[in-house]
């Protein structure tokens, strides 16, 4: 586990650990989380350090830019293991939803982004590594190595997930239709915690398209969690998904 | 350090507002009282709000010129605030996109910063900069970027968000750079004294609506402003501000007069974003901020004041 650290960039193999390790069961479930991040290596100590410090000053910057007030309804910050599905319409959608979160939950959470994007330029690399994004790749998806495999593969037995099942970011004022993603994450790992979220106005922040940000006031509304039903249907479940999201906004 | 007349009128806002504070808490603590409690926590939030507004008052009185400063950063960041609230609630289109970009990080600190600078030969550039420039620029910006859909209004919205939240309550630190003969290095009393009026004129028109509202000014825009509080209030306001005559440059006439006028632009202020939140559809600027007022909401009445206190006292008592 010398630099794992820097597992958080797939693109690094030589720095990963083995999927076996991550494995449910496997070593790295039984090594903290803290250290599985930070690794013991003291220089990859010290660059971790860095990385947290610079995610925790970003994620501050991002609250103030965002003025994201935060709402828990019949819903409670937990480490437990979750994933956080929520409407997408922003850049700032993934690093407002995770500063959202306690520090001790926000440090097992990980934005799942797409590796064509977050890859491109040094910038939004460095910024991938520091918010521990797990990247997927959407333009090479193989059969044997489908992104829910690898999301559960990456997550072992400790961290959440932060998905948009939206797919891209959203221009139209009603939530799109789900992809199938979150279906199968919830049919392969039953265990896991859905949790809705909706995210009110940050399009108006920083809209699909433009780089500088109007530092308007935005809202996190996180709901109670849902579980796929015994026997629910792909697309049932995705609806009701989709309306779990969508009944926040009127709260 | 401060005379006697400042010192007075900060203690004797002091003593009130502890008073409040601990009828408030007391209020909060039995709630069999009959009270609604909904408007004892509505009490009790403006009391802190005016915590917070006396400490910094107080602060530019005790410090002097660094002090002087602080009020323009702190009203600085007021008026960020009630703009982020304004908008929010307004709706715009990605279009407005660019141009509300400028408004938040150029003209907004660059009025603040004119303000800050407090010096004469810029005060003309502090009253046109958003009235003129600001006013040219946002339609340009906005036909730029090729949305003309409802334009005039998605004009009209940004330009009057900048000018009641921005322009009108920078008219209030504004007031510490006033000469006034005779009155020197006093401004930040007379700032206390216009924040005062305008906030006891809030309450006081409440106060007696409560008492004796029967005739209600515009249903439809806020069933709690009646003729009866309107009067009741202004006239009470009017008292208080004759009785503080003391510490301003004043005689008492002059002090009633420009409470009265403080107060009934106070009352315009609270009746006009009352109708905008009627148009939006919500109870007060703070929905969106879970757990607070809006800041909007508390310093509506201070807005529409500011610039007409600035003015009366600039044209009538200072050297210009």
């Known amino acids: 586990m010398g630099a794992a650290g820097h597992y958080a960039v797939p693109r690094r193999q030589d720095n990963m650990p083995s999927h076996d390790e991550l494995r449910p069961g496997g070593d790295a479930a039984r090594v903290s989380p803290m250290t599985a991040r930070f690794g013991q290596n003291t220089d990859a100590a010290g660059t971790s350090l860095q990385t947290h410090m610079t995610s925790t000053l970003l994620a501050v910057i991002a609250r103030i830019l965002s003025g994201a007030s935060v709402r828990w309804i019949d819903s409670q910050p937990d480490t437990c293991q979750r994933v956080y599905f929520a409407n997408h319409t922003s850049h700032l959608d993934a690093i407002v939803l995770w500063s959202s979160l306690p520090q001790r939950v926000r440090a097992l959470t990980r934005p799942v982004a797409a590796k064509d994007y977050w890859e491109k330029g040094g910038v939004r690399r460095y910024m991938a590594r520091t918010f521990n994004a797990l990247l997927i790749d959407r333009t090479d998806i193989k059969v044997h190595q489908s992104p829910v495999d690898l999301m559960l593969r990456e997550i072992g037995t400790e961290q959440s997930l932060i998905v948009f099942p939206e797919g891209s970011r959203n221009t139209e004022s009603e939530i799109q239709d789900f992809k199938s993603g979150l279906y199968y994450l919830a049919k392969k790992r039953p265990d896991l915690e859905l949790v809705p979220v909706h995210i009110d106005n940050l399009n108006r922040v920083l809209p699909r398209g433009e780089f500088l940000p109007v530092p308007l006031l935005s809202l996190v509304t996180f709901g109670p969690p849902i579980w796929l039903e015994n026997g629910e249907a792909k697309t049932d479940f995705l609806e009701r998904a989709r309306k779990s999201v969508r009944r926040l906004k009127d709260l | ?320």
């Open chain 2, 1 to 320: 350090m401060p005379d006697r007349e400042t010192l007075s009128l900060i203690g004797g806002v002091l003593a009130i507002l502890f008073v409040a504070t601990t009828i408030g808490q007391r209020l909060k603590r039995s709630p069999d009282v009959g009270i609604n409690p909904a408007l004892v926590d509505a009490f009790n939030l403006r009391i802190r709000a005016w915590w917070m507004m006396c400490t910094v008052l107080a602060g530019a009185v005790f410090l002097g010129p660094p002090a002087r400063v602080a009020t323009v950063v702190v009203f600085f960041f007021i008026s960020f605030w009630a703009l982020r609230e304004f908008i929010t609630l307004t709706p715009t289109r990605l279009g407005d996109h660019r141009a509300l970009f400028w408004v938040f990080t150029a003209f907004t600190p660059l009025q603040y910063l004119i303000v800050g600078l407090g010096v004469e030969e810029y005060s003309l550039l502090f009253s046109v900069l958003i009235p003129v420039y600001a006013f040219l620029f946002i339609p340009a910006r906005v036909a730029m970027a090729g949305d003309y859909k409802r334009f005039l209004e998605r004009v009209a919205k940004i330009q009057a968000g900048l000018m009641i939240c921005v322009y009108c309550l920078s008219y209030a630190p504004a007031i510490l750079s006033l000469k006034i003969p005779d009155y020197d290095g006093q401004t930040a009393t007379l700032l206390f004294f216009f924040v005062l009026i305008v906030q006891l004129n809030d309450v006081l028109q409440f106060a007696w609506g409560k008492l004796l509202g029967r005739t209600v000014i515009a249903p439809a825009i806020s069933p709690s402003r009646t003729w009866e509080g309107f009067i009741g209030g202004v006239a009470s306001a009017s008292l208080i501000g004759a009785a503080l005559f003391w510490a301003t440059p004043f005689t008492p006439w002059q002090a009633a007069g420009m409470a009265a006028v403080v107060s009934v632009m106070g009352f315009a202020g609270g009746m006009t974003m009352s109708a905008i939140k009627r148009d939006r559809g919500v109870q007060d600027y703070g929905t969106l901020v879970v757990g607070h007022g809006g800041v909007l909401d508390r310093i509506d009445s201070v807005c529409f004041a500011a610039p007409v206190f600035y003015h009366l006292t600039r044209y009538f008592f200072a050297l210009s």
